[in-house]
C-alpha cells in the first residue's frame, strides 16, 4: 500500500519590516536655510559691535583720522614714484636693446617671438605684447607704434639660419587672411631669421604684407633703427603726432 505524502504547505510570506519614513527634503532645506540665516545674523551683528568699537576708539582718539590719511597720501605718492622710475629704468634698458643674429639663431621659437616683441617695445610701442601660440590665430607680436599704426607680426624661426628652409607661401596665407580682417593690423608683418621662397616674396608684394628677412632683422635688432624706417610703403600714420 501506497504511502500519503503529506500536502506541501507553503512557507507564509514575510512582512516587510516598517522603517522611519525618512525626513522629506523640504524639511532639511528649511532647517539648512534656518541654520544660514542664523549665522548671517549672528556675522552682521559682530561686524556692527566691532564698526560700533571702532567708531568709539576714533572718537576718543581723533588725531587718528589725519595720520591715516596722511600715511595713505604718502603711499600713493611713493608708489607712483616708483611705478614711474621703474617705467624710466625698462625704457632705458629698452633703447640699448641689440640682439646679434648669431644670438637670435640659438633661442627657442618662443624666446624668438619675444626678442621681437621687445625690439618694438624699444622702438616706442609701449604696448608691445606676445600672443603667439595655439589659437594665435597667425599672430605671434602685436604692437601700437607712436604714430597709431597696428602693427600684427608672425615670427618664423630657424635653428640652421639663411641654410634652414625658407620661409613659403602657406604661411603668408596664414597671415595674409588674418592680419587685417581678425587683428586689425595696420601694418602686417612676417618676420624670419632665415630667408623666404621667391613665390613667397611675390606673394607678399600683390598682398602689401611685408617680409623681414635676415638682412633686414640684422640691421633692425642690431642697430637703433625702428623697423617703419627699414621697410618700405608703410602705411602713412594713423594719428599725426610731432613725431611724423
Known amino acids: 500500500m501506497a504511502t500519503r505524502r503529506p500536502p506541501h504547505r507553503r512557507p507564509a510570506p514575510r512582512r516587510p519590516s516598517r522603517r522611519p519614513a525618512p525626513r522629506s527634503r523640504t524639511a532639511r532645506t528649511r532647517k539648512q536655510r534656518q541654520r544660514r540665516g542664523i549665522q548671517v545674523l549672528l556675522l552682521v551683528a559682530v561686524a556692527l559691535w566691532a564698526a560700533g568699537r571702532l567708531l568709539a576708539w576714533i572718537a576718543a582718539h581723533p588725531w587718528i583720522v589725519p595720520v591715516v590719511l596722511a600715511a595713505a597720501a604718502a603711499g600713493g605718492v611713493l608708489w607712483h614714484r616708483y611705478r614711474a622710475d621703474r617705467s624710466r629704468r625698462r625704457a632705458e634698458t629698452a633703447r640699448t636693446l641689440r640682439y646679434p643674429l648669431e644670438r637670435l639663431d640659438r633661442l627657442h621659437h618662443r624666446e624668438f617671438e619675444?626678442?621681437?616683441?621687445?625690439?618694438?617695445?624699444?622702438?616706442?610701442?609701449?604696448?608691445?605684447?606676445?600672443?603667439?601660440?595655439?589659437?594665435?590665430?597667425?599672430?605671434?607680436?602685436?604692437?601700437?607704434?607712436?604714430?597709431?599704426?597696428?602693427?600684427?607680426?608672425?615670427?618664423?624661426?630657424?635653428?640652421?639660419?639663411?641654410?634652414?628652409?625658407?620661409?613659403?607661401?602657406?604661411?603668408?596665407?596664414?597671415?595674409?587672411?588674418?592680419?587685417?580682417?581678425?587683428?586689425?593690423?595696420?601694418?602686417?608683418?612676417?618676420?624670419?631669421?632665415?630667408?623666404?621662397?621667391r613665390p613667397a616674396q611675390e606673394f607678399a608684394r600683390s598682398q602689401r604684407l611685408h617680409l623681414v628677412d635676415r638682412e633686414t632683422l640684422s640691421a633692425w635688432a642690431g642697430g637703433h633703427r625702428p623697423l617703419w624706417e627699414l621697410l618700405r610703403a608703410v602705411p602713412p600714420p594713423r594719428n599725426p603726432t610731432s613725431l611724423s
Open 114 to 197: 619675444h626678442a621681437v616683441r621687445d625690439l618694438m617695445f624699444r622702438d616706442g610701442c609701449a604696448d608691445a605684447v606676445q600672443v603667439g601660440g595655439a589659437g594665435d590665430n597667425g599672430a605671434d607680436v602685436k604692437a601700437t607704434d607712436p604714430y597709431g599704426r597696428r602693427w600684427v607680426l608672425q615670427c618664423k624661426h630657424r635653428r640652421a639660419g639663411l641654410a634652414g628652409a625658407a620661409v613659403g607661401t602657406p604661411d603668408l596665407h596664414v597671415l595674409n587672411g588674418t592680419g587685417r580682417p581678425v587683428h586689425q593690423g595696420d601694418v602686417v608683418v612676417l618676420v624670419t631669421n632665415g630667408r623666404f621662397s
